[in-house]
C-alpha cells in the first residue's frame, strides 16, 4: 500500500489568465488569481476540472484503451446523485490536488485590454471595455507547479492511475479564461512521482489520550450553516467528524475503495482492531493556536457581559449572578450587542485568522462557457503559521485490542490525510508527545455550595424538540418556562437525576436540510437537529446532599463529552440501529460534539463586585 505524491510542472505560453474574486487595482475588471504571498496560480479545481474533461474526451474517442474509472478517482460531479438506493452517500475523489503555482515567483502586474465591436454599427459597443491583469506578455512561457495527491493499493495500480493523469494533462489544449483567443495554451507537462509505503503498525505506546496538531497545507472551508445556496463560508475550527472522515477515506483507499465507503472490520484486513473499533473512537474539534501560544483556545462563554467605560475591565462573567441586574450602575450588554469581540476571542487564545473569499463556477462542457446559475463561493480560512489542536480518545476501545488499535491508528496518521472540507486539501498530523494545555484550565471539583459552571466547547444535542413543540407550532417558539423545563428536564437525564439546573446563558440553532434529512434521517418525517451552540453556560446543582455521584457524572462528562439523550436514541433509531449509530445521526459524541469546560476561572475572577440585582 502506498501513498504517492505527483509534481506536477505545466508550461504554459501566454497571455494567461485565471481571473480572481478578489479586488485588485483602480480601474481593473479581472485580476490574476494570486496567493497569500502574492505569487500567481492556477486553483487545483481548474486543473482537475480540465483533467476530468479530457478524459471524458478520451475515453468517447478510444473507449477501448481509456476506462471510464474518473468517477472513482475524481469523485462524482455535485447534483448528479440523486437516483438510486443511497443517493446522498458521498462519493469522493481518490486523486486530491493541491493549487498550481508560478515557479518564477513573479509578482509583475501588467495590463491587457480588450473591446467588444457593435455588429451592426461596426463600432466600440458601450460599457464592453474590459481591463485585463495579464502577468504575463504574449509569447512569454510560465511554468506552474502543483502536487497530486492519492493512496493506491499497489504499484501497478498507481503506475495506471499516472499513465492515466498525464495522458489526460497532455490531451488539454489551453487553460484559463479567454482560451478562445489564445490564452493559457500549454506547451509542456511534466511529472515526478514519490511513493512512501504505508505501514501497517507502529509500536503503540499505551495511551488513551493523544493530543494532535493538524497543519493544512493550504486554504480550508469547512462549510458553516448557510444563509445563502451559493455561498460556503468557513468555521474557525475543524470539526471531529471531519478529521474522522478523513481517515475513514484514508483507510478505505489503502484497499483500492471508493474514499465515502463506510468503515467496517473487513475494510482493511491488515487493520482489523482499528476498523472494528473505529465508532468507537473519539476526536475532538481542532481549534487554531500560533506557533508562539502553543496553546488550545477556549470558546467564550455566553455569560461574559460589557460594560461602558474606560477603566472597567475587558468584560464581567455574570454566570454566578443570580438574575438580571446593573454592573455599577450600568446595563451590561451580552455579545450580540457588542461592537467589536475580536479583543475578547483573542483573550480567550483564538489567533486572528484572514479569510480569502473563491468564486467558482460550472462549465457547460459542449458550449465552453459558464454554465447558467452554478456560480458559488468559498470563503475559506487562510491557514499561514497556525495549526489546530485535538485530541484523540482511545478509551473506549476494548482493553484488550486498545495497543493494536493505538498503533495501527499511529501509522494511519504518519503521512496525514487528504480530502479535508471543501477545498479538499491536505493537512500534516502530528501525535503529539506532551499535552497542549488549554488557554483556561477546568476544574472539575465544585465551587462553593456543591455548584459547578458548565460551559459548551462544541454544539451539543440537549434539549428534546419536542418538548418545545405547542400543537402546531415550530421548534423553539415556546415560552422561557418551556425552554427552563426542557433544559431542567436534559440535565436530569444526563446526570442520572444528580443535577438540577439553576440558571443558563444559551444559544439554540437549527442543522438541517436537504442533505443532512437524506444521509441520515431518509424515510422518516422531516425535522431537524436543535443543537446547543458552544458558549451555551449551565449553572448546575447537586440534587441531594451526597455530590459524589454528581461529581463522578461531571468529571466524566469532562473527559469523555457529554452523553447522548436517551430521547435523541429513541428518536434518530433508524434501520435496527438506535440514534447515536453514526449512520443515524452527525452530532455524536465521538465526532467531537458536546465537548465541555468546566468551572473556567474567569466564572469567579471576573464576577462583577458592583453587581446590583433588579
Not at 186 to 213: C, F, H, N, Y
Not at 340 to 348: A, R
Not at 360 to 381: G, H, P, V
Not at 548 to 565: I, Q
Amino acid at each position: 500500500m502506498l501513498q504517492v505524491s505527483l509534481t506536477v510542472v505545466l508550461k504554459l505560453r501566454g497571455p494567461i489568465l485565471t481571473q480572481s474574486s478578489s479586488v485588485a487595482g483602480y480601474g481593473v475588471d479581472a485580476p490574476f488569481a494570486r496567493s497569500p504571498d502574492g505569487r500567481c496560480y492556477l486553483p487545483g479545481s481548474l486543473v482537475k476540472g480540465r483533467l476530468r474533461e479530457a478524459w471524458n474526451e478520451l475515453h468517447e474517442a478510444a473507449p477501448c484503451l481509456f476506462g471510464p474509472r474518473f468517477t472513482e478517482w475524481l469523485g462524482e460531479e455535485s447534483g448528479s446523485r440523486r437516483v438510486g438506493t443511497k443517493p446522498y452517500e458521498p462519493v469522493r475523489g481518490r486523486l486530491h490536488f493541491s493549487d498550481f503555482i508560478d515557479t518564477s515567483g513573479s509578482t509583475a502586474r501588467r495590463t491587457q485590454f480588450r473591446i467588444r465591436i457593435d455588429e451592426e454599427r461596426g463600432s466600440v459597443a458601450k460599457g464592453a471595455y474590459l481591463v485585463i491583469e495579464a502577468p504575463y506578455a504574449a509569447g512569454q512561457e510560465a511554468s506552474f507547479r502543483g502536487e497530486i495527491r492519492y493512496v493506491a493499493k499497489s504499484g501497478a495500480e498507481s503506475d495506471q492511475i499516472r499513465k492515466s493523469v498525464e495522458a489526460g494533462l497532455r490531451w488539454i489544449p489551453s487553460l484559463g479564461a479567454e482560451r478562445t483567443i489564445g490564452f493559457g495554451r500549454l506547451l509542456e507537462v511534466s511529472l515526478e512521482e514519490k511513493r512512501q509505503d504505508v505501514k501497517a503498525t507502529l509500536p503503540a505506546k499505551g495511551i488513551a489520550l493523544m493530543d494532535i496538531a493538524l497543519t493544512p497545507e493550504g486554504p480550508f472551508c469547512i462549510a458553516r450553516r448557510r444563509v445563502a445556496d451559493n455561498l460556503f463560508e468557513s468555521e474557525k475550527f475543524l470539526p471531529g467528524n471531519a478529521i474522522k472522515a478523513c481517515i475513514a477515506s484514508k483507510l478505505n483507499e489503502l484497499q483500492g475503495k471508493a474514499s465515502g465507503s463506510q468503515v467496517n472490520e473487513t475494510t482493511d484486513p491488515q487493520r482489523k482492531e482499528l476498523c472494528r473499533n473505529f465508532h468507537r473512537i473519539r476526536i475532538l474539534h481542532a481549534f487554531p493556536s500560533t506557533a508562539a501560544a502553543a496553546t488550545r483556545p477556549v470558546w467564550p462563554p455566553l455569560s461574559l457581559v460589557k460594560v461602558k467605560g474606560s477603566n472597567l475591565p475587558l468584560y464581567y462573567d455574570v454566570a454566578l449572578c443570580r438574575g438580571p441586574g446593573l454592573i455599577d450602575g450600568q446595563a451590561p450588554a451580552f455579545d450580540v450587542d457588542w461592537k467589536e469581540s475580536g479583543d475578547v476571542w483573542s483573550s480567550f487564545g483564538w489567533p486572528r485568522l484572514r479569510r480569502d473569499l473563491r468564486v467558482r463556477t460550472a462549465i457547460e462542457r459542449d458550449l465552453r462557457k459558464a454554465k447558467e446559475e452554478a456560480l458559488f463561493a468559498y470563503e475559506m480560512i487562510v491557514p499561514e503559521e497556525c495549526r489546530w489542536h485535538g485530541r484523540i480518545d482511545l478509551s473506549q476501545v476494548p482493553q484488550a485490542e486498545r495497543a493494536e488499535v493505538e498503533g495501527q491508528l499511529r501509522a494511519v496518521l504518519e503521512g496525514g490525510v487528504t480530502g479535508l472540507g471543501k477545498t479538499k486539501v491536505r493537512a500534516g498530523i502530528q501525535i503529539l508527545e506532551e499535552a497542549i494545555p488549554a488557554a483556561f484550565s477546568s476544574s472539575t471539583e465544585p465551587l462553593q455550595d456543591d455548584l459547578w459552571v458548565i460551559s459548551l466547547q462544541t454544539p451539543a444535542l440537549l434539549c428534546n424538540p419536542d418538548s418545545l413543540l405547542k400543537d402546531d407550532e415550530v421548534a423553539g417558539s415556546g415560552s422561557e418556562q418551556d425552554l427552563r423545563a426542557a433544559y431542567q428536564s436534559a440535565w436530569h437525564d444526563l446526570s442520572g437525576g444528580s443535577l438540577e439546573l439553576l440558571d443558563y446563558y444559551q444559544r439554540l440553532s437549527l442543522a438541517g436540510g436537504d442533505y443532512l434529512h437524506n444521509r441520515f434521517q431518509r424515510g422518516k418525517p422531516y425535522q431537524p437537529y436543535l443543537l446547543t451552540e458552544p458558549g451555551s453556560v449551565f449553572v448546575l446543582r447537586a440534587a441531594t446532599t451526597d455530590a459524589s455521584k454528581a461529581g463522578r457524572c461531571v468529571s466524566r462528562w469532562y473527559s469523555h463529552g457529554l452523553d447522548f439523550p436517551s430521547w435523541a436514541k429513541a428518536a434518530y433509531a433508524r434501520n435496527g440501529n438506535p440514534g447515536d449509530h453514526w449512520s443515524n445521526c452527525p452530532y455524536l459524541p465521538e465526532h467531537g460534539f458536546g465537548e465541555i469546560n468546566v468551572n473556567l476561572p474567569v466564572h469567579t475572577t471576573k464576577r462583577p463586585g458592583g453587581f446590583h440585582a433588579v
